[in-house]
Structures are given as structure tokens and as C-alpha cells.
């Protein structure tokens, strides 16, 4: 690696970064970096970084990857997918060689962040976009409750309404989140002219309560593709929609697909956002108890999720993103992320899905490997699935609804148009639609 970091320059960005100073708060040890060839440690005491020397003596902390990341990652200032932080590193073999409960989890948003200051004391900072908000006038949607019965479940549902399109589009969150994450598309003049559209929090999730009778308090919460189906059903049913599309991102990108094979007749298209083919192999071991654990911090999952926004999403919708995370109950993301991990899976049950009679468009952002990959993600589903679409937008990300909402919105809505028009709907401008 012909890369050499200077150890001064190092200490000088990290003792400025006021954001790695908050997220280290209360942590005090040694950070090593273990670049091939170079490694160093960081020294912190209580939050503040106080040297940058040559790697000597046990770590606290040890990021560990092979040289091919640390070359990618000093390469240039934008990095390429992958590089961008420890989460986008998983995917290159990286990981942090420290005890999980007592390190990691309470302070892996540090460590990310020291991450980062290295990369860009090395290759420069990453230009993010400015922030726009071109919506606030038009940011009209009206929040409603809803008792609402699945599968004999009941629950206090909460949704957000907004458009007067001809065609009903339900949005659905990623794991562990709520409609929150879609209310700049909510607000967008362009959707609300094609679309009647209905943002919701599943039970347990956002501003709507756990089902009435369930003891949920005795209990892990573990949905099941069945559950959630059932009540993206019970929602549709009881709004009454005539054939909604259906768009969700992450989780509800898997949930997109699998409703396109087990409940296609309720639906006129289906859209998903970084969804899947079927599910990539995953470490030994792994398990989404890590993230329903009372040892573990419930830092730990919206700090992974907040690595994997994109690099130049602008700064604040990124972190609006980690605090959508944040403030939803623990162990939620974790049963959600069950179901993504290990029930969805297209080798299944992707012969039952229809392209033909119903659009089935995957899309995904460049920023995320994973469901732009060839064999499990996005592509996958357009190569086994005669007639699904998959569509890749550059620059955006897993989470581009909420961390990217104008550059994703810009993106999104000619792949609706083609949609719309692939389902057979007149255009929302057009004399047939506006009678």
C-alpha cells in the first residue's frame, strides 16, 4: 500500500472533529487501526483523543480488514461502495476485534467515526450534497389513527395521508422503523398529483401500539413473512384501496417481492427498494438476538444502519435517519431483520410471482452492495423472474427515502412513471385520468 499516514496530521483532525469527540464520550483505551504495514494506535481518555503513536503493547479495539480495503479506502476522497464505513467494510471482511458488550456496541459509532477521520486525513472529505427542502409547502399529509384486525390481532394503527392521485401507493419503512422515513415523498407536489399515498407504522413499530391481548411484554417480538402479509392486507382492506401499488425499502423491499408472490391479485404493482433475490451467506453464528440482548446497547443497530447511509447523502438527513433508528423500541429492528435475513427468499417461492400481469420493479442504490448483487439482490430477481425489472440509481443508498429524500424522489419517480404505465394507468396529467 503506498498510502503512508502521517500520525500528526491524524491527531490534528481527530482533537478538531467535534462529532468523533461526542460519539467516543465516556470511553477511554486504545483504538488500533491495523493497516497493513502501518498500524497505529489512537489513544482516547474519556472521549477525547490523546495521541496517535505506532501500534504497541494490547489494544482495547483493533479494526481489523484485509490490505485491498485499507487501499480502497485511502483511494480517493468519494469512496467507492464498500469503502465508506465499518458497515460498508463487513462486506470486504472488516470487523472490530474488541469484546461486543463492553466496546463495540456502546461505541461503535465512535469507532466508525475514527474511521472516517482517518480515511479522510489520508484521502480527503467526501463532498456531501447540500441540504434541500423544496417540499415545505406542499408538506400537507394528515395523520390518522386506525383500529385495524389482522389475523385476529387487533391494533391502534397510525398511518400518514397525503395526495390526490388516482392511484393508491401504501409506503412501507425499513426494519425496525416507522413512515417517518418517507415523508419527503409525502410532501412531493410530483407524487401527490400521481398518488393517494399512505405511509404507516406497523404494529409495535413508530407511533402504533402493540396488538391489544398480546402479551408482548413476556416475549420476543418475531413477525414472520405470514404477519407482516396479513397486515399490509389488513391495512389495504381496511382503507379500502382498490389495487395500491405497494413500494417499501430494506425489509419492506423483501416484503414487496414475497407479496408479489403470495398476495399478487390484492395489488397492481409492486415496487421494491433494495430488496432482495434470496439471502447472501452470512458469518457463522450470526444472530439477530445480538440486537434484542440487555447487554448489548441499543446504540448498536442504528449506529450499523447509520454506516450504511451514503456518503455524500446530505448531513443532516443521515443522522435524521440514525435517529428515526434510535427511537424505536428495542428488539423491533431485530425481529424485523429476522424476517429479512432468514424467511425471505425468492428460491422459494419466486416462481408464484406474476411480471407479467403486475409490474415488479426492484430498485436499488449504489451504495448498497448487497441488493445490487448478482446473484442474491436486485439483478437477481430480474434474472429469474420472467418479465421484473431491476433499475440501479447512482449516488443513492439503503436508505435513500430518508438519508438522500430530493435526490432520491428525483430518481424514483420516472421508474413510478414507467410502472404506472406498465400497470395500464393513464398518466396523472392526462384528459382520461383528470375526468
Known sequence: ?????????????????????????????????????????????????????????????????????????FSRATPAPGYESLTGGMSHGVFVD?????VVAPWFA???????????????????KPVRDPYRDTDSAVGRYAYITAAGEEARVYYEQAGTGPIPLLLHPTAGTDGRQYRHLLADPE????????????????????????RWWEQPYLPGQEWLMNWVVAIADHLQLDQPFFMGCSVGGQLALDLAAERGERFGAFVALNGWYGNPRLPEGFSN?????????????????????????PEPNAHETYWIYRSNFPGIYAGDNDYFMFEHDLNR???????????????TGEYDPAADDDVNGGPAVEKNIPGAVSVKLPDLGHFAPCDDPVGFNEAILPVLDEVIARAGHAPADSPSAQA
Open 110 to 128: 465512535g469507532i466508525d467515526r475514527l474511521f472516517k477521520v482517518v480515511r479522510e486525513t489520508v484521502a480527503g472529505e467526501a463532498v456531501r
Open 191 to 214: 407524487m401527490q398529483q400521481r398518488f393517494t399515498m399512505y405511509a404507516y407504522d406497523l404494529p409495535y413499530h413508530g407511533k402504533s401500539l402493540p396488538p391489544v391481548g398480546v
Open 349 to 363: 417461492n419466486g416462481h408464484k410471482i406474476d411480471a407479467g400481469s403486475k409490474p415488479v420493479y426492484v430498485v
Open 98 to 102: 474488541a469484546d461486543l458488550a463492553r
Open 289 to 313: 438476538d445480538l440486537f434484542r440482548t440487555p447487554g448489548i446497547s441499543d446504540d448498536y443497530a442504528p449506529s450499523l444502519n447509520f454506516g450504511a447511509t451514503a456518503p455524500n447523502a
Open 1 to 73: 500500500m503506498t498510502h503512508q499516514i502521517d500520525h500528526q496530521q491524524v491527531l490534528a483532525r481527530a482533537q478538531a472533529d467535534v462529532e468523533l469527540a461526542y460519539k467516543l464520550r465516556g470511553f477511554s483505551g486504545t483504538i488500533r487501526m491495523s493497516v497493513p504495514g502501518q498500524e497505529f494506535d489512537v489513544v482516547v481518555a474519556g472521549g477525547t483523543v490523546t495521541g496517535v503513536r505506532p501500534a504497541e503493547g494490547p489494544a482495547d479495539a483493533v479494526v481489523r480488514g484485509p490490505e485491498e480495503f485499507w487501499t480502497g479506502t
